[in-house]
C-alpha cells in the first residue's frame, strides 16, 4: 500500500496542526497511489500529530468512491496514532489496485 499526505494550508498559508480547544486539528490530502483490498493505514505522525482523537473525510476525488474511517464496535480507531482509511464502490470495499486517487480528510488529535 502506497500513499501521500500533504497537509493543506489554512487562510493564513500554515500547514501545520493549529489548536481546537483542548485538542489540534489539521486537514490533510491522501494520495493514495497503490490501494489494497483491506485500506491504508495513515499514521498520526505523517499529519503532524501524536494521537488521532477524531477523523472526517471531507472528500474524495473518484466519484465512484466513498472513503470511510474504519472504526470497532466500540469505536476506537485503529490505533490511537493511526487510522484504516478504505475506499467502497456502491456496497463493496474496492479491489486493489493502483492509483485511487485523492481523498480529504480532517484530522482532530494531539501534537
Request: proline residues 2%.
Amino acid at each position: 500500500m502506497t500513499h501521500t499526505v500533504t497537509l493543506l494550508a489554512d487562510h493564513k498559508g500554515f500547514t501545520k496542526p493549529r489548536a481546537n480547544g483542548d485538542e489540534y486539528m489539521v486537514d490533510a490530502v491522501i494520495d493514495i497511489t497503490a490501494y489494497v483490498q483491506n485500506g491504508i493505514t495513515v499514521t498520526a505522525a505523517s499529519l503532524g500529530l501524536s494521537q488521532i482523537t477524531q477523523v472526517m473525510v471531507t472528500g474524495a476525488e473518484q466519484l465512484t468512491h466513498s472513503a470511510h474511517a474504519v472504526i470497532s464496535t466500540t469505536g476506537e480507531y485503529e490505533s490511537v496514532s493511526s487510522f484504516k482509511l478504505v475506499l467502497v464502490d456502491g456496497p463493496t470495499q474496492t479491489a486493489g489496485t493502483g492509483d485511487e486517487g485523492t481523498v480529504r480528510v480532517r484530522v482532530f488529535g494531539l501534537l
